[in-house]
Nanobody, 126 residues
Framework: QVQLVESGGGLVPAGGSLRLSCAAS????????AGWFRQAPGKQREFVVA????????YYADFVKGRFTISRDNAKNTVDLQMNSLKPEDTAVYYC???????????????????WGQGTQVTVSS
């Protein structure tokens, strides 16, 4: 079993930066694909970025390429999301997620993830 706890959300002006962190408990996290999803008010949850257990490859939604960077530290059981050049449309609750061990399918599909955090709010003001 894996438990995930996100932190680092907050209010930031457009063009600013935030760094989200996801802390995991459970030894299998080190062998899981980890991802970040987000859900804006009135919208469905959508894929943002993912990273394999080895650290490569990484997968990015088109709308964050060049602005967001995912990284992980398996020694610390953490996955971070560095978000730069934030836009008001990035406002959402951001969720950390993890797959079963060694799962390399459905990487950009929330159905491929078995473990979810509670989410952290990111608000970007215009």
């Amino acid at each position: 079993q894996v438990q995930l706890v996100e932190s680092g959300g907050g209010l930031v002006p457009a063009g600013g930066s935030l760094r989200l962190s996801c802390a995991a408990s459970g030894s299998t996290f080190r062998t899981s694909t980890a991802g970040w999803f987000r859900q804006a008010p009135g919208k469905q949850r959508e894929f943002v970025v993912a990273i394999r257990w080895t650290g490569v490859p990484t997968y990015y939604a088109d709308f964050v390429k060049g602005r967001f960077t995912i990284s992980r530290d398996n020694a610390k059981n953490t996955v971070d999301l560095q978000m730069n050049s934030l836009k008001p449309e990035d406002t959402a609750v951001y969720y950390c997620a993890a797959t079963r061990p060694f799962q390399a399918t459905q990487t950009m599909d929330e159905g491929g993830y078995n473990y979810w955090g509670q989410g952290t709010q990111v608000t970007v003001s215009s």
